[in-house]
């Protein structure tokens, strides 16, 4: 069996500040679960099931579902891959809608790291790997910085290349009047922005932002009976990318294998494709995934991306319509949510007119959490128009 | 620029009962992986079980602590015990046995650091008994 069609995604929601300054992280949580559900045209009282992750405040579920008041909840997930969480959150309650586990999932993600800056929690001391990786100085910056530094070694990828990047991320920024970064950048500005852990420039990072965003995910007879067009969930898959007893390999992520996985489920290819949201914790992040993901031959990502194939509306593969973590926001350095937001935008038409992608029927959601510099999880949606 | 050893911050790791051996064979001047006596993987970093083969007979090997850069970047912007320390190497080396371990390069100028360049262990003690395992380039 299958999750193809078996659930649709009929509210989202994204935060519309990217600095909140006197708002409790529980709070934003509700205000973004209530905007989802608006969207949908439902209420807190509909939803049967809770998704969140990490950055969830207090017990796992419990203690915001708590909050929320969410008492006829029979289903709940936890599931912590970082930034992919979230991608992997549709497709886990796309599957348990499927078996009928429950009819209405709220999926929430909330934080503020740029008010309430909090010292990143170090990989905990408990961690079996603690002690061979944290005393070396591991940033994550640098993490990245190593898995870039090796696909150039092997594949001949230039910082140019990786520029262009942000700069199709920052072409699209122009047209998101709430995106942090507005200004389109040019590759030499990419290169000549600051060092920050060689070959990664501080423009080839994301933001850091407050801000969150919800899912509703809801089953097909639930879907019929609302007025606003929805997303059909047709595809999803999963993978860690693990370092392999030491033989770790820095120039693939784990959407070599989440992505056959989820084009398999929804019966389509990389050519059908007609939107993506890629994760882009760093541009070194979105080059290897669109490889992984079967857009190009594996090391010619650097090539694909320098052709302006990122651009929407009319490239190849247009991607991050709404300037992505790039350039727009990241909400608790998390980005899998607000590119499962924007996929939606683009599938309802309703994502910003200059870089709507015309006709657009198919969209996939690239989610990385974790390092591509240790362990990392990958989590892939194919999502389609609500006729597709 | 120069990256001295001395010069880098050197934090005592997180030590469990698993792990007593390895560190206490770095305050000796001794790099050790594990080794799976049924497969023969070279583990790293060091734990109990073979992730290969899933076995539990696995012992402690002592390597060369010879190997070559396999990444590499020059940080610019170190976080906690490294925070405020001037730009610093870190790195994954490939022993010459096999194993991809994370780890600092030092005593180089950051122009000789390339993809492949050999280097060998040295030793920098953290004042708490272990010994951190850095590499610098080899000069036999
Ligand atoms: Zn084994």
């Known amino acids: ?80 891959t970082g930034g992919s969480s979230y991608v992997a959150h549709v497709g886990h309650a796309a599957a348990a809608i499927a078996t009928g586990k429950c009819r209405v999932a709220l999926i929430t993600l909330a934080g503020l790291p740029r008010s309430q800056p909090v010292p990143r929690p170090s990989a905990s001391a408990l961690a079996p790997e603690a002690g061979f990786e944290q005393p070396f100085g591991p940033t994550t910056v640098s993490m990245y910085a190593l898995a870039a530094r090796r696909h150039m070694h092997e594949y001949g990828t230039t910082s140019a290349q990786l520029a262009a990047i942000k700069v199709a991320a920052s072409q699209h920024a122009q047209h998101n009047p709430r995106a942090m970064l507005r200004k389109p950048v040019t590759v030499d500005e990419v290169l000549d922005s600051p060092m920050i852990s060689d070959p990664l420039h501080r423009l080839d990072c994301c933001v850091i932002s407050d801000g969150g965003g919800a899912l509703v995910v809801v089953a097909p007879e639930v879907a019929a009976d609302l007025p606003r067009q929805t997303v059909k969930v047709l595809g999803h898959g ?151 | 620029m120069t990256t001295p050893g001395a010069a880098l911050p050197a934090p005592a790791p997180a030590v469990n009962p698993e792990t007593t051996q390895f560190w206490a064979a770095t305050a000796a001047g001794r790099l050790l992986v594990k080794r799976c006596q049924d497969c023969e993987h070279l ?77 060998e262990v040295v030793f920098h003690d953290t004042g708490a008994g272990p010994a951190l395992p850095r590499f610098r380039p080899r000069r036999s």
């Open chain 1, 238 to 388: 999963e993978s860690p990318k693990l370092t392999a007893g030491g033989r770790i390999d820095l120039t693939y992520t784990g959407a070599v294998w989440s992505g056959p996985r989820a084009f398999t489920e929804a019966g389509v290819t990389p050519a059908d494709v007609d939107y993506a949201s890629i994760y882009d914790s760093f541009t070194i992040t979105v080059l290897q995934a669109i490889e992984d993901l079967g857009f190009c031959e594996k090391g010619k990502g650097g090539a694909f991306v320098a052709d302006g194939a990122l651009l929407a509306p009319h490239g190849r593969l247009p991607f991050n319509t709404d300037g992505g973590g790039l350039c727009n926001n990241h909400p608790v350095n998390r980005g899998g949510m607000t590119k499962v937001i924007e996929a939606v935008r683009q599938l309802r038409g309703e994502a910003s007119a200059p870089v709507q992608v015309p006709d657009c029927e198919i969209a996939l959601v690239n989610g990385n959490g974790g390092s591509l510099g240790t362990r990392s999880a990958a989590a892939t949606l194919i999502l389609g128009r609500e006729d597709a």
């Open chain 1, 1 to 80: 069996m299958t999750i193809r069609g078996k659930a649709h995604i009929a509210g989202a929601y994204e935060h519309p500040d990217r600095k909140i300054p006197d708002s409790s992280i529980a709070q934003v949580h509700a205000e973004v679960a209530l905007g989802a559900l608006a969207d949908a045209g439902l209420s807190l009282r509909d939803v049967d099931a809770y998704f969140c992750a990490g950055d969830a405040p207090g017990f796992g579920p419990v203690s915001m579902a708590d909050y929320l008041g969410l008492a006829r909840l029979r289903y709940t997930d936890s599931t912590e």
């Open chain 2, 43 to 119: 583990i790293w970093y060091p734990r109990v079980i073979c992730p290969e083969c899933s076995s539990l007979r696995t012992e402690w090997l002592q390597v060369s602590g010879r190997g070559s850069i396999y990444s590499y970047t020059v940080n610019h912007r170190g976080e906690g015990a490294y925070q405020g320390s001037p730009p610093f190497v870190l790195a994954y080396v490939e022993l010459d046995e096999g194993p991809r371990v994370m780890t600092n390069i030092v005593e180089t100028d950051d122009a000789d650091l390339a993809v492949g360049l050999p280097v």
